[in-house]
């Protein structure tokens, strides 16, 4: 889960989703470990052009 995607949530707030969806990915990525399972990390450049970037038609950016 990169930062960029949760930094919109709220954090301080104990009842908030995102502190629940954090800890299942811990689990998850604990899990994993455990069990051998290769786990890939990724990342977008910051600076990348808009128009080749992944999530723009997601995010309405047209190049």
């Known amino acids: 889960m990169q930062r960029y995607f949760i930094e919109a949530f709220d954090h301080e707030d104990p009842r908030s989703q995102i502190r629940v969806t954090l800890k ?12 051998g399972v290769p786990v890939v990390y990724t990342a977008q ?19």
């Open 24 to 35: 299942n990915i811990r689990a998850l990525r604990d899990a994993a470990d455990d069990a």
């Open 45 to 63: 450049p910051p600076n990348q052009s808009p128009r080749i970037g992944l999530c723009s038609p997601i995010f309405g950016v047209r190049g």
